[in-house]
């Protein structure tokens, strides 16, 4: 079993749509999660990170966290042409030091 | 420019050559981590370092990769006798003491292998 999985895709909205992308992760020591926006030929760049259960709002970003269920969300709200990109999941395994292991991404793309 | 810096962008080299791979992290950035990526796949990680120490290194790393950050600074990553199976984007990052999970990452090197 990989130890972070997301859902490959391409997931496609309308402009203005909400974009519901989801991360399961193996580790229940896992205690800190990230999203990380790729744009293609370009490197990772963080948009959220979340480290306690519940909602964390960030503009239209929205991560979530279930630590009892493993697994993490980002919600984009208001999706717009430029939100497409590949979203990269990453988690921080707690007793495995400060490396992020990432998952394979889901390629999001938003239509006008 | 405040970022992580990579060098080169792009190496193109024959199969069976040293090629090394130049990061310069974010000034007050401790921590520095090597990544490699292949196309549709997240960022794998091969090794990252604390100062000078090099604290981790993946156990699906082959011997022919060292990686060194002398005086914690800039660091460098050497790949002996090159596959045509390494090549990928080789991406560096960096973070700051106890937020260390927070990775920025520079451009990448590409690396091409025929």
């Known amino acids: 079993q990989k130890e972070v999985e997301q859902n490959s895709g391409p997931l496609s909205v309308p402009e203005g749509a909400i974009a519901s992308l989801n991360c399961t992760y193996s580790?229940?020591?896992?205690?800190?999660f990230f999203w990380y926006r790729q744009y293609s030929g370009k490197s990772p760049e963080l948009i959220m990170f979340?480290?306690?259960?519940g909602d964390k709002e960030d503009g239209r970003f929205t991560a979530q966290l279930n630590k009892a269920s493993q697994y993490v969300s980002l919600l984009i709200r208001d999706s717009q042409p430029s939100d497409s990109a590949t979203y990269l999941c990453?988690?921080?395994?707690?007793?495995?030091?400060?490396?992020?292991?990432f998952g394979q991404g889901t390629e999001l793309s938003v239509k006008p | 420019d405040t970022g992580v810096s990579q060098d080169p962008r792009h190496k193109i080299t024959k199969r069976g050559q040293n090629v090394t791979f130049r990061c310069d992290p974010i000034?007050?950035?401790?921590?520095l981590y090597w990544y490699r990526q292949t196309l549709g796949q997240g960022p794998e990680f091969l090794t990252y370092?604390?100062?000078?120490?090099?604290?981790?290194k993946s156990r699906l790393l082959s011997d022919r990769f060292s990686a060194e950050r002398p005086k914690g600074s800039f660091s460098t990553l050497e790949i002996q006798r090159t596959e045509q199976g390494d090549s990928a984007m080789y991406l560096c990052?960096?973070?700051?003491?106890?937020?260390?999970?927070?990775?920025?990452f520079g451009s990448g090197t590409q690396l091409s292998v025929l």
């Open positions: 990052a960096s973070s700051f003491g106890r937020d260390g999970e927070k990775l920025f």
């Open positions: 979340i480290y306690s259960n």
């Open positions: 370092f604390q100062n000078e120490a090099q604290l981790e």
């Open positions: 000034s007050e950035h401790n921590r």
């Open positions: 580790d229940r020591g896992s205690q800190s």
């Open positions: 990453a988690v921080n395994y707690g007793n495995q030091g400060g490396k992020l292991i």
